[in-house]
C-alpha cells in the first residue's frame, strides 16, 4: 500500500482535526471584520500576482493524486467508479473519439488546417495516454495550437467531482458544527437566511400526499418548483397564474389548493419545494424566454482564508425554456472587475464556429455588455463564502432581480469543463490555479490522512 504506516497516517489527520477545529471556533466570529472594500482590493491584488506566474500543472496533479491516494473511495459510488477508472475508461475513450470526430474533424480542418490524421492521433493520445477525456480537444479548442496537446492545466470533471474535490472540501473546518449539505436546499436555504443572504422565499413544502405551508406570502403570485435534492434543473417547474388567480396546466385548470395537492401527490420520495416565481432584471430579460438567467460565480478560500472570486458567467439554459429547441446550455464568461460579457457559446455545439456575439436563440446582444449591479452581484457570492466557509470551492448560482441579487444555490461540485470552454481558459492558468495548487500541496503533505 503506498503513502504512511498507519501511525503516521492517523497522526497528521489529528493533527489536521485539531486545527481545523480551532479555525472553525473563531472563523464565524471573525471573517464579518473584513469589509467588502478590502475583500475586492484582495480580489485584484491576488489577481494581478495571479496573472504574473507561470502555468501551474494542477490539472496532472490532480490526476495523479486522485489515482496515487485512491481518491476515487471518496466517490458516491466508489466501486463503480473503481471498476470505470481501471476497466471502462479505455472503451469510454474510443467511443467518445468516434462520435466527436466524425462532427468536427472536417470544420477544423477548413478553418484551422490540422490533417484529419493528426486530429485522430491527439484524440488517442488524450483518451489512451494521457488518460483525459478526448473531447476536450475539441471543447478546449486545442486545435488552435499546433503540436502535442498539453492538458495540464485542465482539470477535468471526472476525477474533480468524483473524489478530489470531497477530498478538498474536508479540509476546511466546520464551521456550523456539522457541514451543511449544499445540496439539499432547505438546508442551505434556512442557514443562508439565518445570516441574511437574498434567497428565494419557500411557500410551502410538498411530500407524499402533505402540504406544509411556510409563508403564504410566498404563494400569491406565479410559482417555481423545484426538487429539495437534486442536481441542475431537473424537475423543476414554473406556474403562472391567470389573472382569475387560477393556474393553467394543459386543458386543466387549478387553483392553488389543487395544485398544491397534486404536486405532494406526485412528490412520494423526496419532498419539493414551492417558492415564489423570480423574474428576471430588465436589462437582462432579452437573453431570455420565460426562464431566469443565472450567473455562475466560482470561489475559492484564498490562503488569507478570505474567499476569492476566480471566475464569473452568465448562464441561459434551454431546458428550461419550453419554446426553445433543445436542451442545450449557453454563457459567456464575465470579467470578474468590470462585469463585461465576452464570447457566448453552448455545452453541446462544440465546433470552431459555435461562438456567437449574439444570443443565438434570443439575438440579444452579448459581447461588450455589462451586467448591471456586478459589484452586488460579485459581493454576494463573497458574503454566501464567508457563511459557508465549510466548503473549499464553491459554484453560486444568483439571478438578478428588479429587487436586486438573489442567491439561488451553491454547489459544492461545480463543473470544472464548460467553465474552462467558457473562459477559454484552463483553470491552471486562472486565478483559481495557485490557491488550488497551494489546496493540492496540503492535501498530497497529509497523503489522505484526514
Not at 459510488?77 to 462532427?103: D, M, Q, T, V
Not at 498539453?150 to 477535468?156: L, Q, R
Not at 452586488?376 to 438578478?400: K, N, Q, T
Not at 474552462?420 to 481558459?425: F, G, L, M
Request: glycine fraction near 10%.
Amino acid at each position: 500500500m503506498r503513502g504512511k504506516p498507519n501511525g503516521a497516517k492517523y497522526g497528521a489527520g489529528s493533527i489536521a482535526a485539531r486545527a481545523r477545529s480551532r479555525f472553525a471556533m473563531s472563523f464565524l466570529s471573525n471573517h464579518r471584520a473584513v469589509t467588502t472594500e478590502s475583500v475586492q482590493r484582495l480580489t485584484f491584488a491576488e489577481t494581478v500576482v495571479i496573472r504574473g506566474q507561470p502555468t501551474s500543472a494542477v490539472g496532472d496533479r490532480g490526476r495523479r493524486l486522485f489515482t496515487e491516494l485512491r481518491l476515487w473511495r471518496r466517490a458516491n459510488h466508489p466501486r463503480s467508479e473503481r471498476f470505470y477508472w481501471h476497466a471502462l475508461k479505455p472503451i469510454a475513450a474510443a467511443a467518445l473519439i468516434l462520435w466527436f470526430a466524425p462532427r468536427y474533424a472536417l470544420a477544423v480542418r477548413r478553418r484551422f488546417g490540422v490533417p484529419v490524421s493528426e486530429q485522430i492521433a491527439a484524440l488517442c493520445r488524450l483518451g489512451f495516454i494521457e488518460w483525459v477525456n478526448p473531447r476536450c480537444y475539441y471543447f478546449h479548442e486545442h486545435y488552435r495550437r499546433r503540436g502535442t496537446v498539453d492538458c495540464s492545466a485542465y482539470v477535468m470533471r471526472h476525477e474533480f467531482k468524483e473524489g478530489l474535490l470531497r477530498s478538498l472540501h474536508k479540509l476546511r473546518p466546520r464551521v456550523h458544527g456539522k457541514r451543511v449539505n449544499l445540496g439539499h436546499k432547505l438546508a442551505f436555504a434556512e442557514t443562508a437566511d439565518r445570516f441574511g443572504l437574498p434567497t428565494p422565499k419557500i411557500g410551502a413544502i410538498v411530500q407524499g400526499g402533505r402540504v406544509t405551508i411556510r409563508d403564504r406570502a410566498a404563494l400569491t403570485g406565479d410559482l417555481f418548483v423545484k426538487p429539495e435534492q437534486g442536481r441542475g434543473a431537473v424537475g423543476a417547474e414554473a406556474f403562472r397564474r391567470r389573472a382569475d388567480g387560477k393556474f393553467a396546466i394543459g386543458d386543466d385548470t387549478f387553483a392553488l389548493s389543487d395544485l398544491l395537492q397534486s404536486l405532494a401527490t406526485g412528490a412520494r420520495r423526496r419532498p419539493k419545494l414551492v417558492q415564489t416565481l423570480l423574474r428576471n432584471h430588465p436589462q437582462l430579460a432579452d437573453l431570455a424566454g420565460t426562464a431566469l438567467v443565472t450567473i455562475r460565480i466560482i470561489t475559492v478560500m484564498s490562503t488569507e482564508e478570505q474567499p476569492l472570486v476566480t471566475h464569473a458567467m452568465l448562464r441561459t439554459i434551454s431546458k428550461l425554456e419550453p419554446d426553445w429547441p433543445g436542451g442545450e446550455e449557453f454563457a459567456a464568461p464575465i470579467d470578474i472587475m468590470s462585469g463585461r460579457l465576452g464570447l457566448m457559446c453552448g455545452d453541446t455545439a462544440i465546433g470552431p464556429q459555435h461562438w456567437y456575439q449574439r444570443h443565438p436563440v434570443t439575438g440579444a446582444a452579448v459581447t461588450g455588455r455589462i451586467v448591471p449591479q456586478w459589484p452586488a452581484i460579485r459581493e454576494l457570492a463573497i458574503r454566501a463564502h464567508r457563511v459557508f466557509a465549510d466548503r473549499m470551492i464553491v459554484g453560486w448560482d444568483i439571478a438578478l432581480t428588479p429587487e436586486g441579487p438573489v442567491l439561488l444555490e451553491g454547489n459544492s461540485y461545480p463543473d470544472t469543463e464548460f467553465l474552462q470552454r467558457v473562459h477559454r481558459q484552463a483553470i491552471g492558468d486562472s486565478p483559481l490555479g495557485p490557491p488550488l495548487a497551494h489546496q493540492l500541496g496540503r492535501l498530497e503533505a497529509l497523503r489522505g490522512g484526514f
